[in-house]
Nanobody
C-alpha cells in the first residue's frame, strides 16, 4: 500500500502564494499520472491538477493560470505551486493517482483569508 504525506499548507492572505508537496512511498511513482485534489467544508472532493508520467499537465478551470503542478520522480514527490490565492481556494488538499488507487493521506490544510 502506497503511503502519501502531504505538507506545506498554511494560512495566507488573498493574493499570496504557497507551495504544497506530496511524498509517496512505493516503486510505481514514476509511471503514474498523479493529481492534486481538494475538499472544502461541505463540498465534494474535486481534482484541481494532473501531471502525467511524461510531464503533461491539466488544470481545473478554477485554478488555471494560477496553479502549477510539477513532479520529481527521484524524490517521489509532486508539488503544487499556488499563486494569486483566493478565499475560495480554502480547502484540504490531497494527492492521489488519477484513478485514486492509492490510499488517501491526511491532506494539508490551505486557508486563504480575505
Amino acid at each position: 500500500q502506497v503511503q502519501l504525506v502531504e505538507s506545506g499548507g498554511g494560512l495566507v492572505q488573498a493574493g499570496g502564494s504557497l507551495r504544497i508537496s506530496c511524498v509517496a512511498s512505493g516503486s510505481t511513482f514514476s509511471i503514474k499520472a498523479i493529481g492534486w485534489y481538494r475538499q472544502a467544508p461541505g463540498k465534494q472532493r474535486e481534482q484541481v491538477a494532473v501531471i502525467r508520467s511524461g510531464g503533461s499537465t491539466n488544470y481545473a478551470d478554477s485554478v488555471k493560470g494560477r496553479f502549477t503542478i510539477s513532479r520529481d520522480n527521484a524524490k517521489k514527490t509532486v508539488y503544487l505551486q499556488m499563486n494569486s490565492l483566493k478565499p475560495e481556494d480554502t480547502a484540504v488538499y490531497y494527492c492521489n493517482t488519477v484513478i485514486e488507487d492509492w490510499g488517501w493521506g491526511q491532506g494539508t490544510q490551505v486557508t486563504v483569508s480575505s
